[in-house]
């Protein structure tokens, strides 16, 4: 049998935790199968050292448990390659299909940190119909089993007529080909309705919505100000409360996403305890601390350091937690695919008709025409684009080229942002460096809690 030893992508916690018997367990987090793991303590020791004597000595079972698990992995195995390999396999199915729709490439927010240009142009009802069809191709294709739209801007809502008119035809024609037919929308929340949001639930296949809060009202308001002036914290939320008060859109998953970096960031524990006070502490709500980086701008005076970042979500978290807002402490599933950039199945379309492969292309000054692909017009039915920019993220990083070619994380995170890898920027997601404080939520959540292994007592 092949020697068996601790994966590269797995990682122990430092501290013991009692469960509801009084009984001592440790815990590991293995990546490659984004499993929390019950560990006895020498079992967790004989994985942490790596100790082969100690790893042998193991009863059989756990020896396949862990196994099973990713936690343990043959001696010899290149598990770059087989991490790589899974994401390149990813990222090569056909069966699943993601466009990214731009109805509109204005926003009616002037936000500090964006980066982004936005510009008002009228609907081109000749364009949209492209869109239309390309997408209706991808649903009538015998080898496409589901096909997700994601409504993207500028702010979409300020389209709202042409994302009814294209989900009417989306959905009619997933009916008709007997497939699965979703959509989601980034939006920044300010026109909103419960109505609205009832339609696109029910009538729009939108199954999921993120939205962005940067704190509490005054916070909030300053940061990102409508171009009339008007703040918009109460409506948002106001609106959420409401639709959630009602159920009525009940299948509607809503993220709540907080940019934060040295202007806000000493406001997030308020904006939390404002969230739960006003009924956001709701399953169907998760919650997205995101720290700001560049978005094609230049965010050197206000950005975070990732591990001071780190360091102050972990408390957040704990804070949110506490109050009964949900959010994931640990990711639950490895990823397919890194991100749009990096599938030939995904897509971004702007309101010109231009395909792109990476959503930080279109509405970027600089970047606007260099990330063009395609144009819907050239594209036969629904033949996937061209290859972009990013298509060989997965060798850069199988090469040992980036980064992420050295760290724990890279089954569950992909590598987060191939472009600002390569502009220089670190785009590593905080669990990178607040993983344990994490493990640590994720382990309590589960009903256990610290134990002092010398006095035996809670700590």
Known sequence: MTALVPSRYLLIGERPYRD?????AWFGYATRSAALIRLDRATAAALRSGDPDALAGLDPAEHRRLARLRALVGRG???LAAVTGGLREGSARTSSRS????PTSYCNMACSYCGQEHVKAAHDRVRADRTARRVEAMLADPGVDTVSVTWFGGEPLLALRVIRELSARF??????????????MATNGSLLTVR????????CALDEMELTVDGPEEVHDRRRLRRNGRGSFHRTVTVLAETLARGAAPGLRIGIRVNIDRDNEDSVTDLLNDLACLGLAHPQVTLHLIAVHSWGNDVSEVELAARAYALREAGWLRTAEALGLHFAPLPAATVRTTCTATTRSGEIVDTEGRVYSCSEHPL??????????????????????????FDDWYDQVGDGGAQCSRCPILPVCGGSCPKLWREGHLPCPSVKFNWAERLDLAVR?????PFDADGGGAR
Not at 445 to 449: A, D
């Open 20 to 24: 509801a018997d009084g009984g001592e």
């Open 77 to 79: 195995e290149d598990e």
């Open 99 to 102: 466009v990214t729709i731009m």
């Open 171 to 184: 959905t009619a024609a997933a009916a008709r080909h007997g497939k699965t037919y979703r959509a989601r």
């Open 196 to 203: 609205t949001l009832a339609e696109l639930h029910r009538d």
């Open 364 to 389: 970027v000054p600089g970047a606007r025409d260099t990330g063009v692909v395609a144009r819907v017009a050239d594209l036969a039915g629904s033949a996937r684009r061209p290859a972009g920019a």
């Open 445 to 449: 959540r589960r009903g256990f809690t």
